[in-house]
């Protein structure tokens, strides 16, 4: 096989490695969204208990502070009735109005802080349903992480034993540059060149469409094993099928004298049949000229 017929097979399979680990990557990335999330409402939840609390000990407090001044107006009551004189009369009165002012004063407070309890009490359990429902949402992504992490972990090992097998075909110069342009090009590493005018010699790059030279083209209908980057976007480019010239040690393992077995057993139905329509087409070119 060509180095670029191996290098689209290397292609093929590493897109869909890629493919699979984003999507256990993105499962996960919303598994720890919510997570986060729930861990936030758990932080504010606390907050707004210590709150309640304090408000409930506050009133109990004021509560306290209002039963001993009634229990002292009551006492200065009984003193009131059993005063000798009109100055200790007066001054008794004095210390109960004083008294009483103090305690409708407690009163005051202690009501507006019942208050203040009940709404944080609310905000309380409209918070604690806030959490029942982010925790059914966290639940669902965590059963979407765990059944992608099943069923993509399978099928990823043995694309990864794929794309293993397919980058021991690559040499290792064109190896490291493919592994360099797909990790820049997230997974994008290959471009077929795009035909704009035959007649005018003009070519583009099928990923970013900057011109491609004729030298370029010419080089790549000669031989396949090659791999010339797009100046601009620096993807390896690549000829249709159609354009690509047949690789005489893939003719032998058409006829089956292949030495190279294990290569041939790598190849899937979907490289085959382009490798076969490649072939068909040369022929057919070849008949032509004669
Ligand atoms: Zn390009």
Known sequence: MALLDNLLTLHRVDSQVRALRSRVTSAETYFRAQEKQLALLAKQK??????????????H??????????ARVEKLRGELNTSTNDK??????????????QRDEVVKRAVEEMQ??????????????????????????KNQFDE?????GERL????????????LVPDRERKLFDK????????AMAEITVVSMRHREF????????????????LSSSSNDAVQCRACTRILFLSDANRPVDPKDSKAKDGKAKDGKAKATLTTEAQEKAALARDKAKFEKTKKL
Not at 116 to 141: G, N, Y
Not at 161 to 166: Q, V
Not at 181 to 188: F, I, K, L, N
């Open 46 to 59: 606390a907050e707004l208990e210590t709150q309640f609390k304090q408000l409930q000990a506050s009133v």
């Open 61 to 70: 407090g004021l509560e306290v502070e209002q039963g001993s001044a009634t």
């Open 88 to 101: 200790q009369y007066k001054a008794i009165l004095n210390e109960m109005k004083s008294l009483e002012t």
């Open 116 to 141: 203040r309890a009940e709404e944080t009490k609310k905000r309380l359990e409209l918070h604690e349903s806030t959490i029942a429902e982010r925790l059914k949402i966290r639940d669902v992504a």
């Open 148 to 152: 992608c992490m099943k069923d993509v």
């Open 157 to 168: 090992s043995e694309l990864e034993a794929e794309r293993a097998r397919a980058a021991e």
């Open 181 to 188: 342009v797909a990790d820049e090009t997230e997974g994008e």
């Open 204 to 219: 583009a790059c099928g990923a970013c469409n900057i011109e491609v030279p004729f030298e370029t083209y010419a080089r």
